[in-house]
């Protein structure tokens, strides 16, 4: 019998082995990783630099009543956090008479802030672009699947957000955005959308 042909084995030949083969080793997960990070971050710098100044003003008569009472002052900061995650479609809940109101700020704003939405979206569409082209990737579809190694940074920073911009109230609980909402549809169902948008566009462009 003679020797069997050189790359043969188990899964036939010419077929590659070991995590490149799979889902796991098209995913670009260590410049996904840091493109993830790097659009939550700049989403919501964007967002602060833009709205910083409004959101004091708009607290400070909040701010002023809570000094009154011995309370905190609600941070400038936190406040910004409620406007990023509003730009996601994540409600802000707080303490009502009778249960917890939510409130998105850029629809409810007296002010055309609507352009806050295109914000998220465009920082994953580049982030997404940006992992696939570390990655390699010259098609479409892998493009697409390389640029889901954002989705877990930006998952997790997310998750970490909704908690680090809750405001406490006393007894009453706290004002945040809402943590479900801000774990699925900002954690996971954007960076997955818009990041494997990006991916493909940017891995066509890379074709080219």
Do not use: C, K
């Not at 955005?177 to 940017?202: E, S």
């Amino acid at each position: 019998m003679g020797d069997a042909p050189t790359g043969a084995g188990p899964e036939g030949t010419g077929t590659r082995s070991g995590t490149g083969s799979g889902l796991r080793g098209r995913v670009a997960l260590v410049p996904g990783a840091a493109a993830g990070a790097g659009a939550y971050l700049l989403g919501y710098l964007i967002t602060y630099v833009t709205q910083s100044g409004a959101v004091r003003d708009r607290l400070s008569g909040v701010n002023f009543l809570a000094s009154l009472f011995g309370g905190d002052p609600v941070a400038a900061w936190q406040a910004v956090g409620w406007y990023f995650y509003n730009a996601h479609f994540v409600a802000t809940l707080s303490p009502s008479l009778g249960g917890t109101r939510a409130t998105n700020f850029l629809s409810a704003s007296d002010a055309n802030l609507a352009y806050l939405y295109l914000v998220p979206p465009a920082a994953l569409l580049l982030a997404g672009a940006a992992a696939a082209a570390l990655h390699g990737a010259d098609a479409p579809t892998d493009g697409a699947v390389a640029a889901l190694g954002v989705v877990p940074a930006y998952f997790l920073l997310a998750v970490v957000g909704a908690f680090a911009f809750a405001y406490g109230v006393g007894d009453a609980g706290s004002v945040h955005p809402d943590y479900v909402t801000a774990a699925l549809l900002a954690g996971v169902l954007y960076p997955a959308v818009f990041g494997a948008a990006g991916g493909a566009v940017g891995a066509l462009a890379r074709s080219r």
